[in-house]
């Protein structure tokens, strides 16, 4: 079974600019979560889909922050404009439902922004 | 709300010894699950354990086992014969049973292991 797959792995940009990351889940998984991680922190929720639907998005800031999961499969996450405290590692993770408990993450993607 | 703590930033341990990682949680909750998460350098969080805590028995898998005390909210991680591919940071995490539930973190554990 393959797992999560995220791109890009590392992406560097300069402030006021914008970035997006794609994320793939597990074949199958109804549920897609997208997770900031600041460096010495543990992961933070930003969003939560269930299918193409937004079940949770209290933690997302919603001025320079969006995601979208079209046709209930892939996602996409941007930042438009990025600031300095947006450097972080941005994980994605799916499960197969929004009750079942275990989440499977993808290998997330390291952000700088100078 | 509920709340993950981890207060000790960083242990080391010696390779074949035995080392357990301490974590508190605060909910008012009585049922849900606990989990402890592994993240090595490559970033990717990989489920080590999980606790229901509805079962009285602690979970067990291979070398890696928990200390789950509901009354006192406690869910430590202690492992057996380190080695050196233990090293990485390990986050004890929190989810309530039933949809839609979030999964809250605490802010983790840097493990370092000595040959």
């Known amino acids: 079974e393959a797992g999560v797959a995220q791109s890009p792995r590392y992406k560097i940009i300069e402030k006021r600019q914008s970035v997006a990351f794609w994320c793939n889940p597990i074949s199958g998984h109804a549920t897609l979560y997208w997770y900031q991680q600041i460096l010495g922190q543990g992961p933070k929720l930003l969003i939560q889909f269930q299918n193409n639907g937004v079940v949770d998005d209290s933690q997302l800031p919603k001025d320079r922050f969006s995601a979208e999961r079209l046709k209930g499969v892939d996602s996409t996450l941007k930042i438009q404009p990025a600031k300095l405290e947006d450097s972080a590692v941005y994980l994605c993770a799916s499960s197969r439902d929004s009750s079942f408990e275990q989440q499977f993450f993808g290998p997330g993607t390291r952000l700088t922004v100078l | 709300a509920q709340t993950v703590t981890q207060s000790q930033p960083e242990m080391s341990v010696q390779e074949a010894e035995t080392v357990t990682l301490s974590c508190t949680y605060d909910?008012?909750?009585?049922?849900?699950?606990l989990f402890w998460y592994k993240q090595p350098p490559s970033r990717q969080m990989i489920l080590v354990i999980r606790q229901e805590a509805y079962k009285q028995q602690n979970a067990t898998e291979n070398r890696f086992s928990v200390n789950f005390q509901k009354a006192a909210k406690s869910f430590s991680l202690k492992i057996s014969d380190s080695q050196l591919g233990d090293a990485a940071m390990y986050f004890c995490?929190?989810?309530?049973?039933?949809?839609?539930?979030?999964?809250?973190f605490g802010k983790g554990i840097t493990l370092s292991v000595r040959p």
């Open positions: 909910t008012s909750e009585s049922d849900y699950y």
């Open positions: 995490a929190y989810k309530r049973t039933g949809a839609n539930s979030k999964l809250t």
